[in-house]
């Protein structure tokens, strides 16, 4: 992305997360957009609090990969450089809690997902972890939201129904770990769903913690929600969110030397949000 970035010849400042959480708004407020990593799953209660308030003051938000705002964190009150995490009892994780140990230690919050405490990251982004697999990446199809004309701003000089049947990472611009539209988990009304990954393999299998009870069909070819969705919705103050719904995308900016329907999207999406006073699109 950095380097996509310096070849668009963007001005552009990189904010890490810990001055995210120890700044907050104070941080964010003079931006008129904020472009989150790849991969931001490790997020505290102020830094996650930090980006809806600056939705809700009419901020502009791309977010730029997947399985974000997964894992509640906590920074050391004294030594900022050192984090907590206590990965609950759901989740995908690589060992388990012990009991009476769930609780973050420097703070008192329950560890575990925010998902867990009513914060699932499909009401601050639209869209929320569904599946990973580490083989091969795939690509979008355009959905019928896509074909709204107050979305013809995001797909300006794009001709293909299919997005990113290409890419550094495993071939495509929809991987690794993605993430999928679903208004019970908080998805806005307002969402336009623009386009879905598909032919994923039986290596990408839908997230534990929405599994109840081991089931067949769970992975890639046969579950329907092993998928990764791209939208975009407006929240208040003329602010909006661009979510891309996977790791792999910004793995896909620059093929054929920069010019392919990834990056032109990126770049319909980042223009629109630093140019236009007004958002197309749905009031929230």
Not at 114 to 140: E, M
Request: hydrophobic share 30%; glycine share 10%; with cysteine.
């Amino acid at each position: 992305m950095i380097d996509w970035l310096e070849t668009k010849e963007y001005n552009y400042d990189v904010v890490t997360d810990e001055d995210l959480h120890f700044d907050g708004i104070d941080l964010l407020e003079s931006y008129d957009v904020v472009l989150t990593g790849t991969h931001p799953e490790y997020y505290s209660l102020e830094m996650w609090e930090t980006i809806s308030t600056y939705q809700d003051r009419g901020g502009r938000l791309m977010y730029m990969g997947a399985n974000g705002f997964y894992w509640q964190t906590a920074f050391h009150p004294e030594e900022p450089n050192v984090i907590e995490i206590r990965k609950g009892d759901t989740g995908i994780r690589t060992y388990d809690i012990p009991n009476g140990e769930l609780n973050l230690s420097f703070t008192g919050e329950k560890g575990g997902m925010w998902r867990q405490r009513d914060k699932a990251p499909q009401k601050l982004v639209g869209i929320g972890f569904s599946a990973q697999g580490f083989d091969d990446c795939s690509y979008y199809r355009r959905q019928a939201d896509s074909n709204e004309s107050e979305m013809d701003f995001i797909f300006e000089n794009v001709d293909s129904d299919v997005i990113g049947d290409f890419g550094l990472i495993g071939g495509g611009a929809a991987g690794l770990e993605v993430d999928r539209y679903d208004q019970s988990l908080g998805t806005p009304d307002n969402t336009y769903l623009l386009a879905s990954s598909e032919d994923h393999s039986d290596n990408y299998l839908h997230v534990v913690e929405e599994i109840l009870a081991t089931t067949p069909a769970l992975s890639g070819t046969e579950d329907p929600q092993v998928r990764g969705d791209m939208v975009y919705f407006k929240t208040p103050n003329e602010g909006g969110v661009f979510s891309t719904g996977s790791i792999a995308w910004c793995g896909s900016l620059a093929t054929n030397d920069y010019d392919n329907n990834i990056s032109q999207i990126t770049e319909n999406v980042l223009e629109t949000f630093l140019t236009e006073e007004t958002l197309p699109g749905a009031d929230p």
